[in-house]
C-alpha cells in the first residue's frame, strides 16, 4: 500500500492584486453610474489610489457608501482584504442595485493596515507622491459598522489566495 501526500501553496503577486481588485473596480463604476453621483474620472481617480495601497499591502478595509443628506449611511458595501485567502478565482461583481435616490452622496472610507499606521506622516505623503495619487485623502466621522443596515454576505474576489470579501448593508 503507498500513500502519497500533496501540498498546495498560494503565492499571490502584484498581477493577482490587479486581477482581484476588477471586482471591485466593476462594482464601483456600476453604483457610481446607477447612483448618479461620480463622473467616470472621478471613479477612475478612486480606483487607482485603492489599488496603490492594496499593492503596497496598506489596505485592510474599502467601503462605498451612499449617505443621506444629514450623514446617514442609506447603503454600503464593505470590501475586506483577505492576504491569506484560499480561492484561487474569486466571483463575478454584482449584486449592486443601489437606486439614485434624492439627497444623497457617496463617500469612499479607507480603513489602513497596521503597515500603514507605522509609517510616519513624511513616509505617507512620499508614498501617495511617488504613486501619483489622485484624491486628497482625509480622515472620516463615518461610522463604518453601520449599525442602522442589514448585513449581508455577498462576493468573494479573488486570485491565488488573495482575497476581497464584499459585505452589502441595506
Known sequence: MSYN??????????????KTFEGFEA???????RTEKWATDYV??????????AEAKYLKTVDIVLLSA????V?????????????ITGDRAGGNDWNNLPGTYLEVVVSYTT???LLTQQQ??????????KIGWSSSSIDN????????????????????????YK
Open 5 to 18: 501526500t500533496i501540498t498546495a501553496t498560494s503565492t499571490y503577486t502584484v498581477v493577482d492584486i490587479r
Open 27 to 33: 462594482d464601483l463604476r456600476m453604483i457610481a453610474r
Open 44 to 53: 477612475d481617480k478612486v480606483f487607482h489610489d485603492i489599488v496603490k495601497l
Open 70 to 73: 444629514v450623514n446617514v449611511p
Open 75 to 87: 447603503r454600503a458595501a464593505k470590501y475586506t482584504v483577505n492576504e491569506a485567502g484560499t480561492s
Open 115 to 117: 503597515a500603514w499606521h
Open 124 to 133: 505617507k505623503d512620499n508614498f501617495q507622491q511617488s504613486n501619483n495619487f
Open 145 to 168: 459598522n453601520f449599525p442602522n443596515l442589514s448585513k449581508q454576505t455577498a462576493q468573494n474576489f479573488a486570485s491565488n489566495g488573495y482575497e476581497l470579501n464584499k459585505t452589502n
